[in-house]
């Protein structure tokens, strides 16, 4: 970790990932760092080395007293900041004030609010401070453990995808697509045990979504009413899809209408619970593990600097 002199509570801490995306690191990481100094905003940082470092990192840098962060890197990044700052116990979550300088290959949270993925106008979004207190979902896993995530979570063809995403991400934007159809071949819908405000559904899903903000997988919407402040979670529930289905509303997974189709239902609620045998969970790109989970909610949970709504 690299640390300045000026007080903690004034700096900012950079969580910075080198492997992010498909940008030429050290160009991106001399021009973030000349920028940072020339609108003289004081910080210090800290690469990953491997997989969850963040996790440490955030904990550390807490524990010295920062309370302002940056995530540089893409939405996986961003992901287990998040999860850091959730998982800490020195101060209350929502005391933490989180930036992002997007690195990535999709970026997709950094679109609800209109972050450029230009380096300097998203340094210039974290200097306008325009704050927003976000909603943090929690997923429980049968096995006890938490994740959490600040943009999209889901079960079934979403995490079959990001599995197989894995191998073409170093491609491009267009990996999600490429990942998409070609898991959609090979993947076999499940049934799932949805229980939804005391009400209890047994459906053959292709995949349950669990949104708080409005675009994954590069671009895609596939919730409703996205809201990141309102307190509730934003369910799509996917029934059964062929390929060539999905394939001719390939252009609605874009613009948002796919949530209007007959086999497709929306919800919004605080929690849920779904039991399942082995279908794989994601949780902003991540898988998180597989099988029966509950999903709740937790309001206004972290400060987030944006640009608009």
Same mark, same amino acid.
């Given at each position: ?25 050290? /160009? ?13 905003? +004081? ?19 807490? /524990? ?68 927003? +207190? ?25 995490? @079959? ?48 979504? +669990?949104?708080?903000? /409005? @675009? ?26 062929? +390929? ?66």
């Amino acid at each position: 970790m690299h640390f300045n002199k000026l007080h903690f509570t004034k700096s900012w801490f950079l969580i910075v990932n080198p492997s992010a995306g498909n940008t030429n690191f050290r /160009k991106s990481w001399i021009c973030i760092q000349s920028l940072l100094k020339t609108k003289e905003i +004081f910080f210090s940082f800290a690469f990953t080395q491997y997989t969850k470092h963040e996790l440490v990192l955030v904990d550390e840098a807490i /524990k010295q007293g920062y309370r302002n962060f940056i995530s540089v890197g893409g939405d996986g990044t961003l992901h287990h900041v998040v999860n850091g700052i959730m998982m800490q116990r020195y101060t209350k979550t929502s005391n933490i004030k989180l930036g992002v300088i997007p690195l990535g290959t999709g970026n997709d949270w950094i679109r609800t609010y209109k972050i450029p993925n230009s380096i300097e106008k998203a340094i210039n979004v974290i200097i306008n401070n325009t704050v927003i +207190f976000q909603d943090i979902g929690c997923i429980t896993l049968a096995s006890g453990k938490k994740e959490y995530f600040n943009n999209l979570a889901g079960i079934g063809y979403d995490g @079959y995808v990001v599995k197989n995403l894995k191998y073409l991400k170093k491609i491009g934007s267009i990996a999600f697509l490429l990942s998409g159809l070609y898991s959609l071949l090979s993947y076999r819908k499940k049934k799932y045990s949805i229980t939804i405000r005391d009400e209890t559904l047994k459906e053959e899903c292709l995949m349950i979504i +669990f949104g708080i903000c /409005k @675009y994954s997988g590069g671009g895609l919407r596939v919730t409703k009413y996205p809201n990141p402040t309102d307190g509730l979670l934003d369910i799509t529930i996917v029934k059964k899809f062929s +390929f060539f289905n999905l394939l001719f509303n390939l252009p609605k997974l874009y613009n948002g209408n796919i949530v209007h189709h007959k086999k497709v239902d929306n919800y919004k609620v605080k929690e849920l619970n779904i039991i399942n045998d082995n279908s794989i969970i994601e949780a902003d790109g991540e898988i998180v593990g597989t099988g029966s989970l509950k999903v709740h909610i937790i309001p206004n949970a972290i400060q987030f600097l944006i640009n608009c709504i």
